[in-house]
């Protein structure tokens, strides 16, 4: 059974609660009441109030504990409201649900827990005051928190994002170099440039108007690897890479190798790796190429729930059955890390059977990606 798309599930974060930060963060609300407590109580005596001295402390720690246990609220709404920049009402309804929740919840927190120390400690009953004067007060206390805090958390987050932004991008640049350079002395395969210029080459003196084309197929496939800098281009292009490679193999295995291309009308400015379907027609010939029954490759793209899905499909063996080519799968392995650092994990490469039997690869890929 194939699994929902990424982004069909649900796309809501919660946080995640380390203990350390969790730990610091604590620590710094101890603190934080502990002043405020003698702030209090310095404001108390210079008042001229004979207090106990240990209330206050209890009432501001109280107090300031609260707000760290009922953190997590506030955490979960920066994490889903989008910026303001992208939707105020979004933005402003997320925030304003999560205060509600956050001052309701600190309130009933630091009663609850004053009376509960109250009782522990013999001073009798704890009396919070009228609620109707009191609920305000600290709704307007926990706004100026809630505020500053969700404030300096979404800095915070937005500066994680840009250091992961640049820690893909500088990742996806290695990676891109590495691929550049196996283009040049191995992912292309030695063996490929051979077969294409002995191809070309047992054609020349027969048609030289076929040989024209399939040296001009040839120099534009090594010319894209070349000169090709970025991760993806659109499918517009990747089809005419493609249509290029199928040239040589037509010229090479004749009517041994059909191609069949299905694809969905819209999607030719759809985003795709580059030189994916290369890589996926090249990997379903390889696997086959010692048969002698006729080879089908089917390439299908179309739309996908929230995303769009480019197909390979094959007549031939399938995964499992052993095959003179069969090695480590570098290039299926390859355009799984492009994919990776490319889509952050809503991406995906899929491996199936055909109806035939034959060996399907289907590459998900989000709807941002087919814009």
């Not at 210029?197 to 001009?216: F, P, W």
């Not at 040589?248 to 999607?267: D, H, I, K, S």
Request: glycine fraction near 10%; hydrophobic fraction near 45%.
């Amino acid at each position: 059974m194939t699994p929902a798309p990424p982004q069909a599930r649900s796309d809501w974060k919660w946080p995640r609660i380390r203990a350390r930060p969790a730990l610091a963060l604590f620590g710094f609300c101890l603190f934080f009441g502990l002043w405020l407590g003698l702030t209090l109580w310095l404001t108390i005596r210079a008042d001229g109030g004979t207090l106990p001295s240990a209330r206050p402390f209890l009432w501001e720690v109280t107090g300031s504990l609260g707000i760290w246990a009922v953190m997590p609220i506030l955490y979960t709404a920066v994490l889903n409201a989008p910026s303001p920049r992208v939707g105020w009402g979004r933005f402003l309804g997320i925030h304003a649900v999560a205060f509600v929740l956050f001052t309701g919840l600190h309130t009933a927190l630091m009663v609850g827990t004053r009376q509960l120390l109250y009782a522990l400690l013999g001073w009798g009953t704890y009396d919070y005051g009228e609620l109707a004067f009191r609920i305000p007060m600290e709704a307007q206390k926990d706004l100026i928190s809630y505020t500053v805090s969700a404030t300096l958390w979404s800095f915070f987050q937005a500066w994680k994002e840009r250091q992961a932004r640049a820690l893909r991008e500088a990742a996806l640049e290695g990676e891109l170099r590495a691929a550049q350079l196996q283009a040049l002395t191995g992912q292309l395969h030695p063996h490929f440039l051979f077969n294409a210029l002995n191809t070309i080459s047992s054609v020349m003196y027969e048609d030289l108007a076929r040989t024209d084309r399939l040296l001009s197929d040839l120099g534009g496939l090594l010319r894209a690897n070349l000169e090709r800098r970025e991760a993806t281009w659109t499918l517009a292009e990747e089809r005419t890479q493609a249509a290029r490679f199928v040239a040589l193999l037509a010229a090479r295995f004749g009517e041994r190798v059909t191609v069949r291309w299905e694809v969905a009308p819209g999607l030719d400015g759809a985003q795709v790796p580059c030189f994916a379907l290369q890589a996926l027609v090249e990997n379903a010939v390889k696997h086959n190429q010692d048969r002698t029954e006729p080879l089908e490759v089917r390439i299908r793209a179309r739309e996908d729930g929230a995303g769009w899905r480019l197909e390979v499909e094959d007549t031939g063996r399938g995964f499992g059955t052993p095959s003179p080519a069969s090695g480590p799968g570098v290039g299926l392995a390859h355009l799984e890390r492009i994919l990776a650092l490319l889509h952050a994990g809503r991406a995906r490469l899929e491996r199936s059977h055909g109806p035939e039997g034959g060996a399907r690869v289907s590459l998900w890929l989000p709807r941002e990606a087919a814009a």
